[in-house]
């Protein structure tokens, strides 16, 4: 990385699941492309877990921006938290490009996190690195208002 350059010139904020008091059941970012970037981080972020309560989340793709053919990507999720240790915890996935099954059509990508038992807060950003052009952060979703 050139030193005059921003971090934020070389990432970009693709989807989110913006924080949420989840009740047991899956939520999920939207679709994304994974045509302008050849990595990706996944941060998943728990806040207060209910009693009990478990989080699982994974990275998922497919064939179109709608999510037909969806199926998890394999060896991309975590390993399960739960309420004795996860309170205000954060979890990383990496995948690139070559982890898809673009042979089988697939090009889109999403995070998918799953709360068992109890509400909890749950939260996600899948950030896009090496772009195909920069600066990156001209494909950021809508939602990012601010770079200073």
Same mark, same amino acid.
């Given at each position: 990385?050139?030193?005059?350059?921003?971090?934020?010139?070389? !990432?970009?904020?693709?989807? +989110? &699941? @913006?924080?949420?008091?989840?009740? #047991?059941? *899956?939520?999920?970012?939207?679709?994304?492309? =994974?045509?302008?970037?050849?990595?990706?981080?996944?941060?998943?972020?728990?806040?207060? !877990?209910?009693?009990?309560? +478990? &989080? @699982?989340?994974?990275?998922?793709? #497919?064939? *179109?921006?709608?999510?037909?053919?969806?199926? =998890?990507?394999?060896?991309?999720?975590?390993?399960?938290?739960?309420?004795?240790?996860?309170?205000?915890?954060?979890?990383?996935?990496?995948?690139?490009?070559?982890?898809?099954? *673009?042979?089988?059509?697939?090009?889109?990508?999403?995070?998918?996190?799953?709360?068992?038992?109890?509400?909890?807060?749950?939260?996600?950003?899948?950030?896009?690195?090496?772009?195909?052009?920069?600066?990156?952060?001209?494909?950021?979703?809508?939602?990012?208002?601010?770079?200073?």
């Amino acid at each position: 990385m050139t030193p005059n350059k921003l971090l934020s010139e070389g !990432l970009t904020v693709l989807t +989110t &699941v @913006d924080p949420v008091s989840q009740a #047991a059941g *899956t939520v999920t970012s939207g679709w994304i492309s =994974a045509a302008n970037h050849l990595a990706f981080l996944a941060l998943v972020q728990t806040g207060v !877990l209910g009693a009990s309560a +478990t &989080v @699982d989340a994974k990275i998922e793709q #497919a064939t *179109t921006s709608a999510g037909a053919g969806v199926k =998890a990507i394999t060896g991309k999720a975590i390993t399960q938290i739960v309420k004795a240790s996860g309170d205000n915890k954060q979890a990383l996935i990496n995948f690139k490009c070559a982890d898809l099954d *673009t042979e089988g059509g697939f090009s889109f990508v999403r995070v998918s996190i799953t709360v068992g038992t109890a509400t909890s807060i749950v939260g996600a950003v899948l950030l896009g690195g090496a772009p195909r052009y920069e600066p990156a952060n001209s494909f950021n979703q809508a939602a990012v208002v601010q770079i200073i």
